[in-house]
């Protein structure tokens, strides 16, 4: 059963967030070096078939947000893309977001773009590349590939403006233990075909065969409460039906449960809740 409340954000010291960078990090180096993965590389070859492809705009306005920092994140992602346009997974490989793109660093041309926390936001270097990752997996959310890292945002920080997708479909990404990870556990070989266009990032799942199911993913269970501690929260459930190659559907399956902090204050009903 979806938890649907959430404890009062704790507020932690900058050493004790020093200290937990410092174990993570390392951590993640040594899954990388001695975990026993084998991890996709790109390949200039396309393949045949697509499974799914997605679009989301590369511009928004966003209260408070000044657009340099979204133009910014353009730069980011176009650094960020060349390393991950033609990641291909045979059977049995792992895609590693972090272990692809690399540290996004000033020295490799990335400028400071917005970084979301604690229910807030400021400039960092590498910021914005979690719309890459958010593309990532939704399209991946579409294919039989298994997803076996995600993080949720802990926070819901702006409004639903022109939202097409369902509340915590995304997936939030920080160097380098904040991964995203996707093993390829099916007898086909899966190409990612990602670019930045003029107002668009666009990614698509390719395939060496014809997808033999299709799947739409939708919510359960969304809801927006105030909590005994003052601030508001959401929740929802996502799952995903599948359907067969003539749009019979064979399956309605769990995906993922998402619980967030809410930086804004929504327009509550008479009951007290908004779902």
């Known amino acids: 059963m979806m938890k ?51 679009a989301t705009p590369l511009l928004r306005k966003l209260k408070d947000v000044e657009m340099i920092l979204q133009y910014n994140k353009i730069v980011n992602l176009k650094i960020a893309v060349k390393k991950l ?20 660093a000033k020295r490799k041309g990335y400028l400071k773009g917005m970084v979301l926390r604690n229910g807030g936001f400021y400039a960092a270097t590498g910021g914005g590349l979690c719309q890459l990752s958010n593309l990532i997996f939704w399209m991946t959310a579409h294919t039989p ?9 802990g926070y819901d920080v702006f409004p639903d403006a022109s939202r097409t997708q369902p509340f915590g479909s995304g997936a939030t990404c920080f160097y380098n233990y904040g991964d995203l990870m996707i093993r390829n556990d099916t007898q086909q070989t899966f190409r990612l075909h990602i670019e930045v266009g003029e107002k668009n990032l666009t990614g698509t799942w390719q395939s060496d065969a014809p997808p033999e199911v299709t799947y739409r993913v939708y919510e359960r269970e969304h809801i927006m409460k105030p909590e005994w501690w003052g601030g508001y929260t959401r929740h929802n459930v996502l799952f995903r039906k599948q359907f067969d190659a003539g749009g019979i559907e064979t399956a309605d399956e769990y995906l993922i449960e998402n619980h967030a902090v809410m930086s804004y204050a929504p327009l509550l009903e008479s009951s007290g809740l908004v779902r």
């Open 4 to 54: 649907d409340f959430l404890p009062e954000p704790k507020k932690r010291s900058p050493l004790r967030l020093w200290a937990g960078k410092q174990y993570y990090t390392l951590k993640r180096y040594r899954l990388w070096l001695f975990g026993g993965l084998r991890f996709a590389r790109q390949s200039p070859q396309p393949l045949a078939y697509t499974v799914f492809t997605h």
């Open 85 to 104: 346009d033609g990641i291909t997974l045979a059977p049995g490989e792992t895609f590693s977001y972090w272990k692809a793109i690399g540290r996004p």
């Open 145 to 153: 590939l298994t997803v076996t890292e995600r993080h949720r945002h």
